[in-house]
């Protein structure tokens, strides 16, 4: 029997075994698909909200851990305005709301004078302008799902409001968003003279000394607030940085004990084959040839596990999108080079897994191995 041929037949013997390994190879690779896809949606999230309304700088409450409720006084957009070099400050309030379809939304409020309100790409309804009264605009997914039109009513927060058009956003999380004029909703949350942030615009963006010059210069004028790149919001971000950090966590300790289990396997596999291996050793087998069949036996294991692995983890993915409240906050993202990183771990599993059964194997005399029963 070839070695190329002695793998596949000794993974058959225990078909059983071999199948419930792979199965655990993945369900731990589902895992990380799952957690790191849904961690990556919510930075590209971010990232394509802030590029759509322009945002070249955020200024957020330094030190707040929940940015949707932390509070900057709205006085400050005078100042920053004032700044040599910023072009605009947009300030915004922004808050997870539930509807009373039990649906969770994003509700956020800009200024009527902003340039947010100007840029919205309307799909129905009339462009939002004054006279403004108890009106919101919804994203076009959230409209989908509510099976709102225009002259519809909405309740936020115990208050009636009239829907007035339908917008289409490019980030998951702002077209799942509800829309109204800002001092309407300082009024309706009870935080008048409050937001949550500033989008700041400034001139040539695109040069990166003159980013670094404006973020410390306004820094050291407004040292209560942080300022932050629109393209490092995520990377700055604590909720964010803890879902990485749970992410990762939970898919290393899931992998890990995929590791254990295929080591398991390939140590009882290798056991049970004593004579076979002392046989192998007796006709010629040099050490390197055994220990690269037991490796192979691993990395089919894996491989078959990181089939199933994908597939589970997409199934999860979809799972999860179709929750009400984490649907409406993300849009995961598992590109093809996140789903190569996680078959390339899958298969360093099954080769490492397979090294120290068969370097053991290797270590014992053929006439000791063929005298074992």
Not at 97 to 124: C, Q, R
Not at 297 to 310: H, P
Request: net charge neutral; with cysteine; charged share 20%.
């Amino acid at each position: 029997m070839k070695q190329v041929t002695l793998p596949f037949h000794n993974l058959r013997r225990h078909l059983l075994r071999s199948a419930l390994t792979s199965i655990g190879v993945g369900a731990a690779l589902a895992g990380l698909l799952a957690l790191v896809g849904f961690s990556r949606g919510l930075d590209r999230n971010w990232i394509v909200s802030l590029r759509d309304k322009g945002t070249h700088i955020l200024a957020l409450k330094k030190g707040a851990i929940d940015l949707l409720s932390a509070r900057l006084d709205e006085s400050l957009t005078a100042r920053m305005r004032a700044v040599p070099g910023v072009v605009s400050v947009i300030p915004g309030l922004g808050d997870l709301i539930e509807l009373e379809t039990g649906e969770m939304a994003y509700l956020t409020g800009f200024p009527l004078d902003s340039d947010f309100w100007k840029n919205l790409v309307i799909t129905e309804g009339r462009r939002p302008g004054p006279p403004w009264q108890e009106e919101v605009v919804l994203g076009q997914a959230l409209a989908l799902l509510l099976h709102k039109h225009p002259g519809d009513a909405i309740e936020l927060n115990g208050r009636m409001f009239t829907v007035t058009s339908i917008a289409k956003q490019p980030s998951a999380l702002d077209d799942r968003s509800v829309m109204m004029p800002l001092d309407a909703m300082q009024r309706l949350l009870g935080r008048e003279g409050s937001v949550s942030g500033f989008h700041i615009r400034i001139d040539r963006p695109e040069d990166s000394a003159r980013m670094s010059d404006m973020i410390a210069r306004l820094s050291s004028e407004f040292t209560e607030i942080i300022f932050i790149e629109s393209g490092e919001v995520a990377n700055n971000s604590h909720v964010t940085r803890l879902l990485h950090a749970i992410s990762w966590g939970s898919s290393t300790i899931a992998l890990a004990m995929a590791f254990v289990i295929v080591l398991n396997t390939l140590l009882m596999s290798v056991s049970e084959r004593t004579q076979e291996i002392g046989l192998l050793s007796a006709i010629g087998w040099q050490a390197s040839r055994i220990i690269t069949m037991v490796v192979v036996e691993g990395l089919l294991m894996a491989a078959a596990g990181a089939v199933l692995g994908v597939g589970f983890g997409m199934l999860g993915l979809r799972w999860m999108m179709s929750h009400r409240q984490i649907g409406a906050l993300v849009q995961p993202e598992v590109t093809p080079m996140l789903i190569a990183e996680a078959v390339a771990l899958a298969c360093l599993i099954g080769a490492l897994g397979g090294i120290y059964p068969a370097w053991r194997a290797t270590r014992q005399r053929p006439v000791r191995l063929l005298r074992s029963d």
